[in-house]
Each structure stands twice: as structure tokens, then as C-alpha cells.
């Protein structure tokens, strides 16, 4: 097959056989190739310019993003790709037979009866009425024209049409009932703090939260958005006309993720009890609200298809709904969730919006929180935190253009890190300012062992890490197999002490996790698991028999609900009570312990290694992130962040190759998508 067909003679065929043999090669995804053909089944008369349109646009949606943005079609081919080096001439040569102008792109996109073309406001009845069940949709601004597989389009209209209406959404407050609690959970606060820092952002979220049907809260690690998520429950608890008939609801996108939460909005809830004795039962509330969920079980989803039992025909029994590290939410899982929440109910959102974005398309947070950092609160939403938190808003939050976002006024973001103030904390912020210098620098200028970055690793740097730890970072791998080797101590027909002694692996094997970027390669996920396998099993450390052993971490990579495992758990394989022929696969939800058996788990994958996104919604006292070569088109500044903000007290960094964490740093992430512009046009 040719890789390019010569300027001006390309016929739809043509262009066709040049997709399918960059499949071939690699540059694209059989799907993407797969794409363009079905276009050329449905209407023969496709033109090229809509063939490699619809390629691109699957193979973009793939990378996570839910648009094609067209005008990097027009003279700028090498962008809308990270094409490999020996594909760009044969990309060059097929733009040079393409339109040359995004006006003859469009017109060539417009005139196919497999497009929808829609303006972006409002629909009005010829619109509906052409709307026949194209496959694509054109939309987006004149300035900034947007190529959409239907269903994603469909999903960014639906849900920036419900955050405007629950941004709307009214709630009476009495707001010096308010005031009085929030006091009680909170303090008082200086009616005019000196400086911006010095604004109670949690007390003032929880104010906001009261006012509408939405709120969000973002912020970094340790500034406390599960610990503010348990006051306002109290809060709502309190100001509640009858507090026994709300039915409260936590939810995460993973099984890791919603123990956590479930697990730190009870402990505040109890600190919270002996603050504000017994005029409010919290734990009522807290054995009313049941264990967290994943969105998934949330949901009710099943293995046979794409729909939910929970939907617009069958709304979920909730009042108020909590949703932690919402940054992994996809388009497509918010727009079902959305559909499924009961119009009156409360949604909130928490979730680091400078975390990687989910690894289906959309990046959701990122979109709601575009300008949290500025505020633009209006002059009501001002007068109404200082009287019902005290809090005074700098003018530099307030908003300058007029009308207000409504979004925006249900918009917190955190700013004071409570847990990261050491060397890491620095290192986090450095990153998300895109300070590549200072960040490297402290790697440079530490002596104290919580950071280091070897200078030219290999992989075997890596392995020992995992055996043995380092000065100054000595969790690793070999805690958890030492701890297995207590089980001699543990009484056969003792099952209390059993449950202790796995609940004690569990957590030894949580002190330290090898992140990684990507999967292949000898810097990815699989080849670094297999590697760490034997140089546990050379140091006489793990015992390796076939697939399954005593000791093996795995990861469950795809959602069992007859099983109650979900994707994203993680586990150890461990002899059951009854003795080793029973081996099990345990996991630990904040305290709680739950099991299957190995036989019955048939999507794991080793856990030795995981990829940072895989990381999302745990943490550990050690972490080791790793760089992989060649990485300059897979790194990114949300990447490193998240692999850092993963480590509590320790981080080791591996570069492969010198300079791949300061290039990454310099590269922020940009999710191609639409619904930052449709949620301007919702809500103004």
C-alpha cells in the first residue's frame, strides 16, 4: 500500500489505502483506519477531507480527548498528532492534496450528509429537524470550529446544560443559623483577614455548598477537601428541617479511592462529635450514609453493556451525593451520573483539578475549575460568605465582568496544604507552576533523604530500590513478603489473628509503590513487574509457583460486580484461615478486609509497578516514579505532579534518560474539548 499519494491526484480510495497503511506502520489505530471506512460504507462520495477528518477524530478521542479541533488541519498536520519522525514527510505530502483553508475544510465537511452542523447556541426547530443521526458533528465558534463523534457532543451539550441548572438551583438559608454553626465546626474567624492567604477557604466552601444543587471543591493534596466535605455533611445534618430523612451517598471513581474517602470522612465526623456534643447525632449520620461506592456500582452497571440501571427513567434514592478525586470523572460517567442524580439533590464534587485527567476522554474538572484560582465572585456571593462564615474576599477574587458565572459561585478552590509543607509539598508546587529549575533543584539540594533522583539510573537502580530501599527511604517491597513470613506466629484456628496478620501485609505492602508512565518498554509497567518478580524471588524474599503465589500484588483491571471488585483495586494473593491451599486474594478498605478467591479472579494483572494514572486516589509513604526513555511525548507537567503528590514522606526519582523531568515539566497537558465554551454559552 502507498504512505502517501502525490499532491492533487488523491481519491478518496487513495486516501483510504494511505490510513489503513499507517495503521499498518502504527501511526494510527486499526480503529482509527477502521473509522475512515466505515464513512467511505455509509456515503461513497466521501471526500478525503472528511476521511482523514473521522480517522484523526477517533484517533484523538483514544488520547482523550472528546473533539477534533480543525483548525490544526489547515498547514499544521504535525500537530494534531505526536507523529514518530519517519511518519511526518509522508504526512506532509497527504496535507499537501487536502484544503489548504479551514473555509474549504468546513464547506467540505458541511456538504456531507454524514455531518450535523450545529452553531453552538441554542437549537432552534430547523436544527432539530436536521438532525438525523449523523455519525459527526461539527460545532465549536467560527474562531475555534470543533469535529465531534455524536455521542461526545451529545454528552458535553447534556452536561453543561445540568451544571447550569444545578448552579441555578436555589436552596433557602438561614443565614444566621448558618453562621452559628459554621462557628461551632470551624471557629470564628477575623473579620478582615490581612492578607488572601489568610481566608478560611474551607469554612467559606462549606457556606457556598448551602446556597445551590452544585458545588465544587478543588485543591491540592492535604488542603483538606474530604475533612471540609465531613463539615458540611455536619452542616446540612444541623440546619436540616428533619436531619433522619437525608440519605447521604459517598462515591469515587475507584474502590482505593471511595474506602479513603469513606474512611477520612469518618474520622472527622468523630473528631467532629466530641467538638459539638450531642446537640447533632453524627453517628447516626455515619451509620445511615453506608460504605462508599465506585460510580460504577453506584450506578448499577453491568457487564453486558454501556447502560446503567440508574438513569433519567431511574434516579438514584439520594439527597446528597459526594463524589472524591473527580478529576478521574470521564465525559461519559459524568453525563450518566448527572442523568441519574434526582433534580433537588446536592452534588458534590471534590478532586485536585492539576491531577492528570481521566484516562477515557474528557477532562471534566479541569473544564468546571478552568478559572477557580481567580473566583470572580460576585458582590452577593461576597455579602453572603461574610455573613454566614465571616470570611471577607479579597478584591482580587471578585468578579470583574458582568453577569457573574453561577458556576463560579459554586466554585472553591483550597489553597492551603496542611500535609505538604515539607521538601515535597515544595516540590508539588514548583511542578504546578511549571518551574522546572526550582523544582529540579531541590532534588539537587537535598541532604535530608526525603528526595532523590540518581544521576543516569538503570533499571537495576530501580529493582534494588524495590528490594532494599535507600538511605533515608528504607520502605519497600521487602516490608510486606518479611511480614508474610509472621504467618509461622499466627494460630491456624485463630481467625481474628489471622485477619490482623493480613491486615498488617496489606498495609506494609502499601508503604511503597514503582510508578510508572506507560506500560511497554523496559521502563514500563510490564517488564518492570516481571523484573522486581525475580529480584525479590533472587533474594529469597518471594516464592514464585506459576501464575499465582503467596505474595503476588495485582491490580483488577476490569469491574466484577457478582465478585464486588472493581477496576483498580488492589491486593495481595495470601493464604486464607484454613492454610495455604487456600489462596486468597485479600483487600483492605480503610480497616476493613475483603477477599476472593484466586481461582475466581480473571482479570489481574501484577501490581509490582502500576502506571501514574493507575496511582490516582491512593498514596504511599515511598514512592519510586519512573521515566521512561524517549518519554518527551508521553511526559507531561499533570503526569509528574500526580506521581509526586502520590508520596507522602519519600519520593525517588528515575529519569532514563538526563532531563526528561524538567522537559515534562515544561509541557502542560491540554485536553482537547468543547465544554469549557458550551458552560459560557449554558450559563451566561
Not at 476521511?51 to 488541519?73: F, K
Request: charged share 20%.
Amino acid at each position: 500500500m502507498p504512505t502517501s499519494v502525490p499532491s492533487g491526484s488523491q481519491s478518496s480510495m487513495d486516501v483510504l489505502s494511505v490510513l489503513q497503511d499507517w495503521a499498518d506502520k502504527g501511526w494510527l489505530r486499526r480503529l482509527d483506519s477502521a473509522m475512515a471506512a466505515f464513512m467511505l460504507e455509509l456515503d461513497p462520495a466521501a471526500s478525503p477531507a472528511l476521511l482523514v477528518s473521522a480517522a484523526l477524530l477517533t484517533q484523538v478521542e483514544g488520547r482523550g480527548h472528546t473533539c477534533l479541533p480543525l483548525r490544526l488541519m489547515v498547514g499544521r498536520a504535525a500537530e494534531v498528532l505526536p507523529w514518530p519522525d519517519l511518519a511526518l514527510e509522508a504526512v506532509q505530502t497527504l496535507w499537501q492534496g487536502l484544503p489548504g483553508e479551514l473555509s474549504s475544510w468546513l464547506s467540505a465537511l458541511r456538504s456531507s450528509p454524514l455531518v450535523r452542523c450545529v452553531d453552538g447556541e441554542a437549537e432552534d426547530k430547523a436544527e432539530v429537524e436536521a438532525d438525523l443521526g449523523q455519525p459527526l458533528v461539527l460545532a465549536g465558534t467560527e474562531e475555534a470550529p470543533l469535529l465531534y463523534l455524536r455521542r461526545f457532543w451529545l454528552h458535553e451539550k447534556y452536561v453543561a446544560q445540568a451544571i447550569r441548572q444545578r448552579s441555578l438551583s436555589s436552596y433557602k438559608v438561614d443565614e444566621s443559623l448558618v453562621a452559628q454553626w459554621l462557628d461551632r465546626l470551624f471557629g470564628s474567624s477575623p473579620a478582615a483577614p490581612t492578607e488572601a492567604g489568610e481566608v478560611d477557604w474551607q469554612k467559606l466552601a462549606c457556606a457556598v455548598a448551602l446556597r445551590a444543587g452544585l458545588t465544587v471543591i478543588t485543591g491540592g493534596p492535604g488542603t483538606g477537601k474530604t475533612y471540609t466535605a465531613a463539615r458540611l455533611l455536619a452542616l446540612l445534618f444541623a440546619t436540616s428541617a428533619d436531619p433522619t430523612r437525608l440519605r447521604v451517598t459517598l462515591a469515587a471513581p475507584t474502590g482505593k479511592a471511595a474506602a479513603r474517602l469513606r474512611q477520612s470522612i469518618d474520622s472527622s465526623l468523630r473528631e467532629l462529635s466530641q467538638r459539638i456534643g450531642n446537640d447533632v447525632d453524627l453517628g447516626a449520620l455515619t451509620q445511615r450514609m453506608g460504605p462508599a461506592k465506585t460510580l460504577h456500582a453506584l450506578l448499577g452497571a453491568s457487564a453486558d453493556t454501556r447502560e446503567f440501571r440508574f438513569n433519567a427513567n431511574n434516579l438514584l434514592d439520594v439527597d446528597i451525593l459526594i463524589v472524591d478525586e473527580a478529576s478521574m470523572v470521564h465525559l461519559e460517567m459524568m453525563s450518566a451520573l448527572l442523568k441519574a442524580l434526582p433534580a433537588n439533590a446536592r452534588l458534590i464534587l471534590l478532586g485536585d483539578k492539576d491531577q492528570l485527567a481521566s484516562v477515557e476522554a474528557g477532562a471534566v474538572l479541569g473544564d468546571l475549575c478552568r478559572d477557580a484560582k481567580n473566583g470572580h465572585y460576585s458582590a452577593e456571593t461576597s455579602r453572603f460568605v461574610n455573613a454566614t462564615s465571616g470570611q471577607v474576599l479579597p478584591a482580587e477574587y471578585l468578579a470583574l465582568a458582568a453577569p457573574p458565572s453561577p458556576l463560579m459561585q459554586q466554585t472553591v478552590m483550597l489553597r492551603k496544604s496542611r500535609r505538604f509543607g515539607g521538601l515535597i509539598g515544595q516540590l508539588a508546587r514548583a511542578v504546578n507552576e511549571g518551574l522546572s529549575a526550582t523544582a529540579q533543584g531541590l532534588f539537587e539540594g537535598d541532604a535530608t533523604g526525603v528526595l532523590q533522583a540518581p544521576k543516569q539510573p538503570k533499571v537495576d537502580a530501580v529493582l534494588s530500590l524495590a528490594v532494599n530501599g535507600r538511605p533515608g527511604a528504607t520502605a519497600c517491597y521487602g516490608d510486606y513478603l518479611r511480614a508474610i513470613d509472621d504467618k509461622a506466629k499466627v494460630p491456624s484456628i485463630d481467625l481474628k489473628a489471622h485477619d490482623l496478620w493480613v491486615t498488617t501485609v496489606l498495609k506494609a505492602y502499601d508503604r511503597f509503590r514503582i510508578l510508572c508512565a506507560v506500560h511497554e518498554g523496559d521502563w514500563g509497567t510490564h517488564a518492570i513487574n516481571l523484573s522486581v518478580q525475580r529480584s525479590l524471588e533472587r533474594a529469597g524474599l518471594l516464592k514464585p509457583k506459576g501464575e499465582w503465589y503467596v505474595g503476588r500484588p495485582v491490580m483488577v483491571t476490569r469491574n466484577d460486580h457478582a465478585l464486588g471488585v472493581f477496576n483498580g483495586d488492589v491486593g495481595v494473593a495470601l493464604p486464607g484461615p484454613t492454610g495455604p491451599a487456600a489462596l486468597r486474594v485479600y483487600f483492605l478498605d480503610g480497616e476493613k478486609l475483603r477477599s476472593v478467591g484466586v481461582s475466581r479472579l480473571a482479570n489481574v494483572e501484577t501490581a509490582f509497578a502500576m502506571t501514574v494514572h493507575k496511582s490516582q486516589g491512593s498514596e504511599f509513604f515511598h514512592t519510586a516514579l519512573v521515566l521512561p526513555p524517549g518519554g518527551s511525548k508521553i511526559l507531561s507537567k499533570e503526569l509528574v505532579y500526580t506521581g509526586i503528590t502520590r508520596a507522602q514522606e519519600r519520593l525517588t526519582l528515575f529519569e532514563a534518560q538526563e532531563g526528561l523531568f524538567r522537559s515534562a515539566i515544561d509541557s502542560p497537558s491540554k485536553r482537547v474539548s468543547g465544554l469549557e465554551v458550551e458552560l459560557s454559552r449554558a450559563i451566561h
